[in-house]
């Protein structure tokens, strides 16, 4: 069974840097588009950053300059380095992964990112 796991999130004061980590495994089947989205009490999941396996990456408007996606393929990981934090990303953040060539998608548990001074 395809796991998915997410680890780095935390408690950084506002202006901190945290670094997110979601590595893929048991997939017997590439992965293709990888991505991060988060969810804040009371909101809506939303898309924060993707990138696809050849390294092209999109991002929400809010985080643009000072997050950072990137990946490994050969390790199906993908990091997310978040710098310049301000209270507004306090979130669960969860970690997606999309089959290659495939519909199917993959979700980690989701990691707490809080920031607070």
């Known amino acids: 069974q395809v796991q998915v796991v997410e680890s780095g999130g935390g408690f950084v004061q506002p202006g901190g840097s945290l670094r997110l980590s979601c590595t893929v495994s048991?997939?017997?089947?590439?992965?293709?588009?990888m991505g991060w989205y988060r969810q804040a009490p009371g909101k809506q999941r939303e898309s924060v950053a993707t990138?696809?396996?050849?390294?092209?990456?999109d991002y929400a408007e809010s985080v643009k300059g000072r997050f950072t996606i990137s990946r490994d393929n050969a390790k199906n990981t993908v990091y997310l380095q978040m710098n310049s934090l301000q209270l507004e990303d306090t979130a669960v953040y969860y970690c997606?992964?999309?089959?290659?060539?495939?519909?199917?998608?993959?979700w980690g548990q989701g990691t707490q990112v809080t920031v607070s001074s």
């Open positions: 997606n992964a999309k089959r290659q060539f495939a519909t199917v998608e993959y």
């Open positions: 048991r997939s017997p089947f590439s992965i293709g588009h």
């Open positions: 990138i696809t396996r050849g390294g092209i990456t």
